[in-house]
């Protein structure tokens, strides 16, 4: 795995506080992927099915959705697997999914969080023989099993379907939106066609689509005004519109001039904590994950002057993030596509 430089540079501008080094980050975030092997239940299995092909192997978009797969596995199933007359008589809509361990997937979790929660959990587990860090990370397919039937809708909550998924990411979306700002203005003030343009980008998986309309309500990472150079007069994909706002655009939109930065901490095996998020600490100096690990996880992350032996991990996007990123940084390059710096965190072996 490898680690990103994750702090903005004071004073004059530099490559790694302009716009175009934000869309890079964004990018990288946007085109990792990771390896699923998908089996069918076996005992769920049509008649007549070929029971020798029913394992099917993707390389899904981290920011995607275990619903919107559906499709493509189950154009496969039907080419390869299903007997046609029996493929017919199944229900995409009961179709749901659980680990090879049993446990029942989070279906409006993005794909990537998925894995990196299954990653995380493996941590506290015995390290297989044939891991060689002590992260205990290997990028190996993470297993899971297809029920055609029968879905449990009281964990489920609600039918795992596109449409439901895509309610969930527009909830999550605005949820972030008034962490961020203290208020769901920017979303709520998108047309119905912005809106409706977000989720096509992640369905599609189209980064410049996605971005036309999510530049509109993530902060960015650009300097602050005094240190800015003039405006270009090529307007750029993600330019935002001009603002009639007392207090000038860039200062306002600045992602270390937020209300909050969504921050969730996952836990092995454990629940998920969130917390109000600071960009910058009461002294002016920008909040750094160190600094928020240590204070809410203090057991595992022991704040200085521990020299002790390094207990836990933090992880987002499959990549090691550096203890002294700075988490308005975080939001602002590296968060979800949902808006959320998610962070899990695994325990060192």
Known sequence: MST?????????????????????????????????????????LPANSDRGLECYYIQAPRVSYLPLL??????????VVFDEAAGKMLKEEEWWFESEEGTLLKWHWPIGLIYDNHIISASIRPPSQTSTSHYNLQVTPLKLILHLASPP??????????????????????????????NTKRMTGLRKQDQD??????????????????SKVVPTTAPARSNSPPPSTNPSMHARPPSTDPQSAPDRDNAYNVRSVPVRLYLP???VMQDVV????????????????STHLPLLFPPAPYSGPELAYAMMHG???????EMAWLGACMAGADGWVSLCVGIVR
């Open 278 to 293: 600071s960009p910058n600490l009461e002294d002016g100096s920008p909040h750094t994950l160190v600094h928020y690990l």
């Open 4 to 44: 990103y430089g994750t702090t903005r540079h004071h004073g004059q501008p530099s490559a790694n506080s302009t716009p175009a080094s934000t869309t890079l980050f964004r990018r990288l975030t946007w085109e990792g992927t990771v390896p699923l092997e998908i089996r069918v239940d076996s005992k769920e």
């Open 319 to 325: 990549v090691l993030v550096p203890p002294d990123a």
């Open 197 to 214: 343009g977000i989720w096509e980008g992640i369905k599609e998986h189209n980064f410049d689509d996605y971005w036309r309309v999510a």
């Open 269 to 271: 095996d454990g629940p």
């Open 70 to 79: 559906m499709p493509e596995i189950r154009r496969f199933l039907m080419d």
């Open 153 to 182: 809708t009281e964990k489920l909550l609600l039918s795992p379907s596109a449409e439901s998924c895509k309610q969930a990411f527009m909830g999550q979306l605005k949820e972030a939106d008034f962490i961020r700002w203290g």
